[in-house]
């Protein structure tokens, strides 16, 4: 079950967030640290990645202030943190990062996967007064890198959190407050019904469009219209980064893969044997399920 929250975006105190490091400084990481800035969340920016150069290309293109490729010894100066890595290292990551930060700090990060995220910080705990929240904002792109992050990625999408029920709730209370002020609409689900929601409306999606991408010879390349190009889009995003999300993901997706392929079959057959009328109820339910995603303004509806 999830519980909405009312968002506002009324500056307080608990809002301030002196220094914030953002570690992988990507497209998702470079909008954190974007829009941060231009709200006021954070005074000092401090990207933290692997490669110099990338990173003094993101200082000097304005998405952060500073930044490091190697961590203090201890007592960082950072009072928040978030986590832009991909998938299969972000728990390492909350690891190596609150090691090194002061009682107090904030982690959150923004995996699409939250299950194994989870259970891994869980497990192997945290230093006193540093605490981890898990959220997955739902604003993605098949774009990468920081030269796509803009301010208002996250303003109006829904960030899902994924807190520890047995966590600090001041901690969960501030980074729904902070992912509220970067523009989010904040629910709150458990790992679990993130990871099995996430596979059908997103990981799913990414499979199938990958597949038609797969079938498409060169010699119709060039008839390959809109309906096409629409439907494969999310297929342009990063294997690598696919790969690891799958993976990580791996038994919801196959879960939700057995549905859409029992889905497909009932095309199959309904094609194979002539079957008008059957064909014509799977696009009706196919249709009022699209449908479904519009706001009566006609603008997609931000459940998507």
């Avoid at 009072?79 to 290292?89: E, N, S």
Wanted: aromatic fraction near 4%; hydrophobic fraction near 45%; include cysteine.
């Amino acid at each position: 079950m999830t519980i909405e929250t009312e968002s506002s975006n009324t500056p307080s105190a608990v809002d301030r967030h002196p220094v914030l490091a953002v570690v992988g400084v990507g497209l998702l990481g470079g909008s954190v640290a974007l829009a941060a800035k231009e709200r006021g969340i954070a005074d000092r920016i401090i990207g933290i990645g692997r490669n110099p150069e990338r990173l003094q290309a993101a200082v000097d293109a304005g998405v952060i202030d500073e930044f490091l490729t190697d961590l203090p010894d201890g007592n960082a100066p950072w009072t928040t943190a978030v986590i832009g890595t991909p998938v299969d290292r972000i728990a390492e990551d909350v690891q190596r990062i609150a090691a090194v930060s002061r009682p107090g700090t904030l982690i959150t990060d923004v995996g699409s996967v939250k299950g194994s995220i989870c259970d891994v910080v869980q497990a192997a705990g945290l230093p006193d007064g540093v605490s981890f929240v898990g959220a997955h904002p739902l604003a993605g792109s098949h774009e990468t890198g920081f030269e796509a992050a803009r301010p208002n990625l996250f303003d109006g999408k829904v960030t899902v959190i994924t807190p520890n029920p047995a966590g600090n709730e001041p901690a969960n209370s501030a980074i729904r407050r902070f992912w509220e002020r970067l523009g989010s609409r904040v629910i709150q689900m458990s790992p679990a019904e993130h990871d099995a929601a996430l596979a059908t409306t997103s990981h799913l999606p990414h499979v199938a469009a990958a597949a038609l991408a797969a079938t498409l010879p060169e010699m119709f390349q060039q008839l390959a219209a809109s309906g096409f190009k629409d439907t494969t889009r999310i297929a342009s995003g990063g294997p690598d980064l696919w790969v690891a999300i799958l993976l990580e993901n791996a038994d919801a997706v196959s879960t939700s893969l057995a549905a859409f392929s029992e889905s497909f079959a009932k095309f199959q057959q309904a094609v194979e044997i002539r079957d008008a009328d059957e064909l014509k109820k799977l696009l009706q339910v196919a249709k009022r399920n699209r449908d479904a995603l519009y706001c009566s303004s006609g603008e997609f509806s931000e459940r998507r």
